[in-house]
Antibody, heavy 116, light 107 residues
Framework: EIQLQESGPGLVKPSQSLSLTCSVTGYTITSGYDWSWIRKFPGNKMEWMGYINCSDSTNYNPSLKSRISITRDTSKNQFFLQLNSVTTEDTATYYC?????????WGQGVMVTVSS | DIQMTQSPSSISVSLGDRFTITCRASQDIGNYLSWYQQKPEKSPKLMIYRATNLEDGVPSRFSGSRSGSDYSLTINSLESEDTGIYFCLQHKQYPRTFGGGTKLELK
């Protein structure tokens, strides 16, 4: 069974960078699937942010393209999110998720607040 | 981007009732749609994939269907554990896009 677990700071100051880690167990991230970041804003709106796939290719939401980077460390079976120049509008719960044949499987999520 | 219009946004339903949520896609998405249930403080759980396929372990009272650009999730004979927020997700195109969510409560 694939399990995903997010980690990272819960509070980030405006204009700084948000950095999160997703640790994957039960599956090797180079074996297949797309590995995504998704966020849920207060009020329940969801936004798909981007992915890195098993071949190390990335695809980002155009709404974030200039601020987002998704990378990975295959030795640790982890992938990462970096979001630059954050504002209070980036306050959300951030999820990492795997995409296979027909749907997404999600981590527990980490709440990140952007505030000075 | 593909717009997913989900209705209703919230509803109160009685135990044992039948209930349907619908997502309408602004473009053809084939059957590349999945449904999720989310409970408070929990991560979303895949319920239906590829529009009509029940995920392993999901009770058979849940079902998915499609009529044209309308995709529906139906719960037959609602149980108390079915409360939560339900949302759809299209995975035909990037960027992936979501329905606005439906909050299901018990009367």
């Amino acid at each position: 069974e694939i399990q995903l677990q997010e980690s990272g700071p819960g509070l980030v100051k405006p204009s700084q960078s948000l950095s999160l880690t997703c640790s994957v167990t039960g599956y090797t991230i180079t074996s297949g699937y797309d590995w995504s970041w998704i966020r849920k804003f207060p009020g329940n709106k969801m936004e798909w942010m981007g992915y890195i796939n098993c071949s190390d290719s990335t695809n980002y939401n155009p709404s974030l393209k200039s601020r987002i980077s998704i990378t990975r460390d295959t030795s640790k079976n982890q992938f990462f999110l970096q979001l630059n120049s954050v504002t209070t509008e980036d306050t959300a719960t951030y999820y990492c998720a795997s995409y296979g044949y027909g749907g997404y499987y999600w981590g527990q999520g980490v709440m990140v607040t952007v505030s000075s | 981007d593909i717009q997913m219009t989900q209705s209703p946004s919230s509803i109160s339903v009685s135990l044992g009732d039948r209930f349907t949520i619908t997502c309408r896609a602004s473009q053809d998405i084939g059957n590349y749609l999945s449904w999720y249930q989310q409970k408070p403080e929990k991560s979303p759980k895949l319920m239906i994939y590829r529009a009509t396929n029940l995920e392993d372990g999901v009770p058979s009272r849940f079902s998915g269907s499609r009529s044209g650009s309308d995709y529906s999730l139906t719960i037959n004979s609602l149980e108390s554990e079915d409360t939560g927020i339900y949302f759809c997700l299209q995975h035909k195109q990037y960027p992936r896009t979501f329905g606005g969510g439906t909050k299901l409560e018990l009367k």
